[in-house]
């Protein structure tokens, strides 16, 4: 009964390599989230998925970023290019169903942690 | 607009001693979720509770208990007798209902020295 499983757990890139990142929600899960949190900082929401659907991607930043969540394999979290401002721990969560279902509570991975050189 | 402040940063205890983390949150919407999660050193969010905002009867779960108080706008978090397995950073958070994201505060780092 594995829970939210991200990986990998620890990233090292150069700037300007690619980071890829990647989330398998709960068995059952069909909703997946990724929230980012800066050094210091609370968790900010960026997107939200459905199986090939971006439901909420309001709070990605316009460029070099982008997710997917194919109808089979994990969610996937890509960023081009990386900027020293991208480190940062990134947390994939997911739910049953979306959160307007009602008071659903998202089950956290342990998070990626990415560190841009 | 949603808004969640945590205003103390760090907190550091004697272990035994009772600690509350303080969480006062703004929202436009009459109902809402209000949530607490723990990140322990090794980096994983854990849940703690929901409360949804017409239940504003106190939880206390062991050594853990939540004020909700609607008139202040607050959702603290107290810990009796302190234990060091409690360091931690830990967040309150909120939705509202129909609301897609959680708003996290900055969160609050606890340290509990033996």
């Known amino acids: 009964n594995a829970g939210v499983m991200q990986n990998p757990r620890h990233l090292v890139r150069r700037r300007g390599q690619e980071a890829r990142l990647r989330c398998s929600p709960m068995?059952?899960?069909?909703?997946v989230y990724w929230y980012r949190q800066l050094p210091e900082e609370g968790l900010k929401f960026m997107v939200y998925?459905?199986?090939?659907?971006?439901?909420?991607e309001s709070g990605m930043p316009k460029e070099r970023f982008s997710a997917e969540f194919p109808k089979e394999g994990p969610s996937i979290l890509r960023i081009q290019q990386v900027v020293r401002g991208d480190s940062a721990a990134y947390f994939c969560?997911?739910?049953?169903?979306?959160?307007?279902?009602?008071?659903?509570?998202?089950?956290f991975g342990a998070g990626s942690r990415l560190t841009v050189l | 607009a949603q808004k969640v402040t945590q205003a103390q940063t760090e907190i550091s205890v004697v272990e035994k001693e009772d600690v509350t983390l303080d969480c006062v949150y703004e929202?436009?919407?009459?109902?809402?979720?209000l949530f607490w999660y723990k990140q322990p050193p090794s980096g994983e969010l854990v849940f703690l509770i929901r409360?949804?905002?017409?239940?504003?009867q106190n939880e206390i779960s062991g050594r853990y208990s939540w004020n909700f108080q609607k008139s202040t706008s607050s959702f603290n978090f107290t810990i009796t007798a302190s234990q060091v397995v409690d360091s931690a950073v830990y967040f309150c958070?909120?939705?509202?209902?129909?609301?897609?994201?959680?708003?996290f505060g900055q969160g609050t780092r606890l340290t509990i020295n033996p």
């Open positions: 068995k059952g899960h069909s909703h």
């Open positions: 998925l459905q199986k090939e659907n971006i439901i909420d």
């Open positions: 409360r949804n905002s017409f239940d504003e």
């Open positions: 958070a909120l939705r509202n209902q129909g609301a897609q994201k959680l708003v």
């Open positions: 969560a997911s739910s049953p169903t979306g959160q307007l279902s009602g008071a659903n509570v998202l089950t």
């Open positions: 929202t436009r919407d009459t109902t809402y979720y």
